[in-house]
């Protein structure tokens, strides 16, 4: 119950036992009230049920939708101490053939949008609060044909710092932590690939892939007041960056072989 009479907004929790899924139910354990707000209403409205919470519809790329999210968070508990933003999309594609329709997407889903939370958060926490942004490994290490994607994770991630420096002063902490894979539905088909997810799994010091429960764990910490840090992008994922994801040359041919094999 480290969270107890905390209140706080999950952005990006409408697909069913994604990662802001697994965080705002994590929250809820540690005696949080939590607001979830995403793009489909139907699992929201589970959600905010099976927590007693409430929900919002908001998509990330709308300020008036995130403005309206933070507002409802105010409006249902009172306040508002901890802002969760893990949205994303997971473009693979090589650097010349992203369209600008791709980089307005991903500009609007993961720096305009995350930009717009950020701002909302801080008009609505007052004096003091956690805001937290789900960035990636990738935002430090190289994963091929995911050029605006990595370049926009770590965009924001330099906003966090910044948030961190300006409104201190307020007791206001902004952190980023950084997963690995993980298996989420961002993740694709990799996790249904053993030769694919055990080329990865080679990458991680700590010898296994992380999953939901580690970010969320991460998470409750950065929330809670035992806390004091700021303006820090927590690399919660086995120590992945300390080595290197594999390269697309790697994973066409260990792909190659198990089609192979499964045609044999």
Request: charged fraction near 20%.
């Amino acid at each position: 119950m480290r969270l107890k009479d905390k209140v706080a907004l999950v952005l990006g929790a409408a697909g069913r036992d994604n990662m802001a899924q697994v965080i705002a139910r994590r929250l809820a354990a540690e005696g949080c009230r939590v607001v979830v707000a995403g793009r489909h209403e139907e699992a929201l409205r589970d959600l905010a049920k099976e927590l007693d919470g409430a929900y919002a519809l908001a998509d990330i790329t709308s300020r008036a939708e995130v403005d309206a999210a933070a507002d409802l968070a105010l409006a249902r508990f009172g306040k508002l101490d901890i802002g969760v933003n893990a949205t994303g999309w997971g473009l693979l594609k090589a650097t010349h053939e992203t369209t600008e329709a791709d980089l307005d997407r991903m500009l609007g889903i993961q720096f305009k949008g995350p930009f717009f939370f950020i701002q909302a958060m801080l008009r609505t926490m007052g004096k003091g609060g956690s805001i937290i942004q789900i960035s990636s490994a990738t935002a430090t290490i190289m994963l091929d044909q995911h050029a605006a994607y990595m370049g926009t994770k770590a965009g924001i991630d330099h906003v966090i710092r910044t948030v961190a420096n300006e409104y201190g002063a307020q007791g206001i902490r902004a952190n980023s932590i950084s997963p690995g894979l993980t298996e989420t539905p961002m993740a694709g088909s990799t996790f249904e690939v053993p030769e694919l997810l055990h080329a990865f799994e080679r990458e991680y010091p700590l010898g296994r892939i992380g999953t939901k429960d580690d970010i969320a764990a991460a998470v409750v910490w950065l929330a809670s007041d035992e806390c004091f840090m700021t303006g820090q992008n927590l690399q919660v994922n086995g120590g992945l960056t300390l080595r290197r994801n594999p390269s697309l040359s790697e994973l066409g041919e260990i792909a190659a072989k198990a089609t192979a094999h499964l045609r044999s």
